[in-house]
């Protein structure tokens, strides 16, 4: 049995990737700081984790802290080494995420991103663990022209988180090349996820005013907030919002636990992976859908476009189906409805 450490292990992705990993079999080691999320969402993983099966509890470590101290990596790496369980993997998805935040903050989100980052590489060097799954984002494309977006299409972002992203996958690219008979690493660039776990049990929680489309429609319609705002009905698009490609968080949960399996089984090797459902919506249309599958009202106001915000952003998603044999197969209302849910179950 594998252990994994999941650095932002107790946050939105980070939460549902670690439960799958439970139900394949594996130990999980969470390492967070709570940052975006909370010790509440930690526990909700556990009860969860329980329901599921009692005996996953015993698979799964928290360690409270950040991964920009490298004596508390150390820490975790030499106790797994010491209960006779070698750290075999690392998901990393700790890091600072909201761009409108990044542009006004840029130096915090290269402070939290990068810097986290190469601790983290330190760390796994040193201690012999070289298989990562990066946790990147389709924001390192910019504003590509592209009706679906390849990973060969250029890496130009366009604000400070995107650009975070795109220098933590070539810091990744460095290393491979620096021992390509070592390390075997993946740069998965996903697109938007929403959604939630079937149960309603964990979903996006976000601290404070959330950043995040889905969290917002959300608390909107259960009364949180009084309106969604809608960042420009004027963009190049059929109804002048901007389209997105939305992917159930289950489904790319499972293309981390899929991409950690390919690394595990094959040769060392150096990857990016789009993971998105190809399928492109705009943000009226995801308001539509929600309102409709849960039968409920979301206000909202057109107001002006969000500096760093592009039209269309869809993934050609043929790589990582033709090499994981991974399909996404969530549908965007079962989206919106688990989602609901979750909202819901949590108040």
Not at 16 to 40: C, P
Not at 77 to 98: D, P, Q, Y
Not at 268 to 295: A, D, H, M, P
Request: some cysteine; hydrophobic content about 40%.
């Amino acid at each position: 049995m594998k252990r994994i450490l999941v650095t932002g292990g107790s946050g939105f992705i980070g939460s549902h990737t670690s439960i799958n990993l439970l139900q394949k079999d594996y130990e999980v080691v969470i390492v967070d700081s709570f940052i975006n999320s909370s010790r509440f969402f930690y526990e909700r993983i556990k009860n969860l984790a329980k329901r599921i099966d009692s005996n996953l509890l015993r698979r799964i470590i928290l360690f409270e802290g950040d991964i920009r101290d490298k004596n508390l990596l150390e820490g975790i790496f030499r106790k797994s080494i010491n209960e006779g369980k070698r750290i075999e993997g690392v998901i990393h998805f700790a890091g600072l995420k909201a761009v409108a935040e990044s542009l006004k903050e840029p130096s915090k989100y290269w402070d939290f991103n990068f810097i986290g980052t190469f601790r983290l590489i330190e760390v796994m060097e040193k201690y012999e663990c070289r298989t990562l799954i990066f946790s990147s984002s389709a924001t390192v494309y910019g504003c590509s022209k592209d009706f679906l977006i390849t990973e060969s299409a250029i890496v130009n972002p366009i604000n400070p988180y995107g650009h975070t992203k795109a220098a933590v996958e070539n810091f990744l690219k460095n290393i491979y090349d620096s021992q390509p008979d070592k390390w075997r690493i993946a740069c998965l660039r996903y697109f938007n996820p929403i959604g939630a776990h079937s149960t309603g049990m964990i979903g996006e929680n976000p601290n404070g005013m959330p950043n995040n489309i889905f969290p917002f429609i959300n608390q909107v319609a259960i009364g949180k907030i009084e309106r969604l705002e809608i960042f420009g009905n004027d963009w190049e698009t059929s109804d002048g919002t901007c389209i997105r490609d939305y992917i159930h968080v289950m489904d790319l949960a499972e293309g981390h636990i899929l991409s950690l399996e390919f690394l595990f089984e094959n040769e060392c090797r150096f990857i990016n992976l789009n993971l998105g459902t190809g399928i492109g919506t705009s943000v009226l249309e995801l308001v539509n859908i929600f309102q409709e599958v849960n039968k409920v009202k979301v206000p909202f106001i057109y107001t002006d476009r969000r500096v760093g915000d592009v039209a269309r952003i869809v993934a050609d998603n043929g790589f990582a189906l033709s090499i994981l044999n991974w399909k996404p197969t969530k549908t965007i209302n079962e989206m919106c409805k688990d989602g609901w849910k979750w909202q819901q179950v949590k108040g």
